[in-house]
Structures are given as structure tokens and as C-alpha cells.
DNA sequence: CGTCAGATGTTCACAGTGTCCACAACGGCT
DNA sequence: AGCCGTTGTGGACACTGTGAACATCTGACG
């Protein structure tokens, strides 16, 4: 006599699949795409179940924002793993470039995600989530990238301080500008350029004069 | 016998009244903040009369987001008259650095209007009232500046393309971290001083070495 | 093995938002 | 005076986030 049992009922990963609802939202319209109703209408549940998971909308948005940080960070990672370095010194710039080159690559590829993951920056920052298979958070892999410079003799230790902020600074803004900035309609390779440009000019305002 | 004529109709300024209410909104609250019934509500008109002047809710926002871009190129030409070079080459290394002392003073003292001018940008970048007291949009301050320090011989001309976005990105990219990135506790004064540092950066990696 | 508490999902409900449509008042035109 | 386009109103709808009460499942404990 009973109805046919519910499938819904304990779900058993809802929270992770509400995430990654969410994640597919944010990946294609952006933060502001990354409706609760929307996300528990996709994995099949009714909009109030997500408030067993998640307190708010926003608490929702946080965990896609991670998801997005953390991928950021693998951006990152991948993109410094990809031209091995030979010799101490190009090896610490590769990594530094690395960051840059990973950072701008991931505004452009996933624009929506990396507008989600800044949405929520605050909140999100030092969420143990929030990195690459390195373990490192974006800030943390310039960080280090940075320290292995001044270890490596080529960024003078007096200019250390607030570095990650400058050259973090640089190509956020371009990251901005490029995704709904006046760059927007810049083509591919123009866009590649203008990054490279800038980590150019990052790096000649960072490094000793040879 | 007919009720009290309305003071509402034939308001003779709605759009300006709407546009200020939602500068306002935006001022307090960002762009979240503002919406189209608040709007109305606060000039005491029904909801739908904005309609009327605008075909949107996003034509309310892209109002307001012209009005917060026009505030930053005034805050940028104020900050370039602030102090009264002495010197061709001091004069025009002055005018760079006032426009990016002015946007990174609008972005700390009116991250609301600066986050809705951008929110909007593309929408919004060459809107014939975007535009400071000079009747420069805050990209054109940019570009002059840099003519200038071509015209002084500071800046090699080699280095001159895409100079404004390298420099822009920074200042950009740094009024975004402070306003809600992982800078956003930052003191006052730490701010300035960090802002004075990339500054200093961004001229070290354009100018002319001397 | 039966029962009961807590966890998890559902339904109902409400306020708030953007937006559409039909209507009303005003004011300048002929 | 009379008409018509402009501007504002009222009501309605779909959608959102969110709270409260209810239902169902599951694991722990007797």
C-alpha cells in the first residue's frame, strides 16, 4: 500500500553533488548562475533539503568557490610542471612564471569559476579545501615561488616584502580586465600576449638587474 | 470630488531621481544592492514607472555604473591636480602617478560604486558620460598620461604598446584584492603604503632606467 | 528483535524581486 | 474642446531564498 520507496531519501553524497551543481552553474553563467533552487532541481531534491547541508545561499556559494580555488591552484600547478627547468636559478623563474601563466590561463579558460572563486575571496582564502594536489593554496604556490627566487640570488631581499601582492595585483587586474574588462573581445593570441607582456614586465620589476 | 492630485505623475525628473537613488544603493551596498523596486521605492513611485526609463533592471545598473565611472575619472583628474608639478618630465611622471593614486583612493573610499562600475564595464567603458570633468573616461586619463611620458622621454617608446594595461591590470588587480581579496583587513595606512609600492613598481618596470 | 531518537528530505507558506499587461491621468497638439 | 502619446498605477505571474511543521529512513540501544 505504501508508495514506491523514495530514491531521494538519503542521497548519501547530496552535499557533494549540490557542489557540484553548483560548479556547473558557476562554470557557465558565473556566481551570479549559482542559484540553491536551481542546484537541488538538477540533482532531483526538493530546494529545502540543500539546508540540511548548507546554512545559506552564500554558504553554498563558498563551497563552489573552493571547488573553483582549489582548481585554480591545480592551474597553477600544472602549468609550472609544464616546461621542466634545467639549473637552479631558470628553475625558480619557471616557477614564478608558472603561477602567472596558470593564474591567466584559468580566467580565460573558466572565466565563470575563477569570477565565483574571487566572489567569495574573503571567505574563502584560507579554506583547507581551497588547493592544488600540492597542498598549496594560489597565494601559498606565489609565496613559495617568490621565497625560491630570493633563494635562488635573483630577487633582492629588500624588495621582498608585499612582492606577492604586486605581482598578484598585475595579473588579477588582467585577469579582470580580460574577462568582462575592455579586453574582453581580445583575441586568443592577443590576450597571450598581453599576458606574457605583463609577466614580463612583473618579473623585470621584481628581479636584480642582471 | 476626484482624490488629491498626484504629486507623482509628470515627476519631470524620474530617471535622474532613479539613477541617484541607485547610486546611493550602490554606494552603501554595491551592485548587489541595487535593485530596480528599491529604487522606485525611495523616489515614492510604483515599481513599474522605472520601466519607463529603463527597458531593464540591467539598464538601471548600467545608469549607475556610468555614474560611478565618471566619480572615479573625476577622483583620478582631483588626485592629478593635487600637486602642481615643476618640470615637463616631473609634470607628466606626476599625471601617471595621480591616476593611479585617484583609482586606488576611489576603489578604497567607494568600493561600492567601484566594484558596480566594473561590474558592468564592457557595458559601460565608452559611454559618452563616463567620463571626469576633463571629458576623459578613466582609460583615456590612462593613455594620456603614458603619451605624456613618451613625449618626455621617460617612457621608450618600444615599451610603449599595451603599457596602459600593464599598468592598469596593476592598480586594478591590487583595488580588487583590498576591497574584498585576502587584503581586505588591511590598515589604512598599510594600504597606502602598499599602493605607493606597486606604484613604485609598475614606473620601475616602464620608465627609462636613468 | 523491537523501539526510539536523530538525521535527512518533503510540503506548505511567505516575503521579496524582475517583469508583463491593461488601465488611468496628465498635457500638449490640432 | 477634443484627442492622443507619454508617464505613472494596479494587479498578476514566475521565480528566488528561507522558515516551520511533517514524514521517513537508519543506526544505536534496550
Known amino acids: 500500500m505504501a508508495g514506491p520507496p523514495r530514491t531521494t531519501y538519503r542521497h548519501g553524497a547530496l552535499r557533494e553533488a549540490l557542489v557540484d ?6 562554470r557557465t553563467g558565473g556566481p551570479q548562475a549559482v542559484v540553491l533552487r536551481e542546484a537541488t532541481r538538477r540533482v532531483g531534491v526538493s530546494a529545502n533539503a540543500a ?3 548548507f546554512s545559506d545561499h552564500r554558504a553554498l556559494l563558498r563551497a563552489v568557490g573552493v571547488v573553483a580555488m582549489a582548481q585554480l591552484a591545480a592551474c597553477m600547478e600544472q602549468e609550472q610542471s609544464r616546461t621542466p627547468p634545467r639549473g637552479a636559478a631558470a628553475a625558480a623563474r619557471a616557477r614564478l612564471r608558472g ?19 574571487f566572489a567569495v575571496n574573503a571567505e574563502v582564502a584560507d579554506d583547507p579545501a581551497a588547493r592544488g594536489d600540492s597542498g598549496l593554496s594560489p ?7 617568490l621565497d625560491g627566487l630570493v633563494d635562488a640570488g635573483l630577487l633582492p631581499p629588500q624588495r621582498r616584502p608585499d612582492a606577492e601582492m604586486v605581482a598578484w595585483s598585475a595579473v588579477h587586474g588582467l585577469s579582470m580586465l580580460l574577462i568582462d574588462g575592455p579586453l ?10 598581453l599576458g606574457s607582456t605583463l609577466l614580463d614586465h612583473v618579473e623585470a620589476g621584481l628581479l636584480r638587474a642582471p
Chains 1, 2 share one sequence.
Not at 551543481?21 to 558557476?26: K, N, S, T
Not at 597565494?139 to 615561488?145: K, P, Q, R, S
Open 139 to 145: 597565494l601559498e604556490l606565489l609565496t613559495t615561488a
Open 184 to 193: 574582453a573581445s581580445l583575441s586568443d593570441e592577443h590576450a597571450d600576449a
Open 99 to 117: 603561477v602567472g601563466a596558470g593564474y591567466l590561463r584559468f580566467a580565460r579558460e573558466q572565466p565563470g569559476l575563477f569570477l565565483t572563486a
Open 21 to 26: 551543481a553548483g560548479v556547473e552553474l558557476a
Open 51 to 53: 539546508y540540511r547541508h
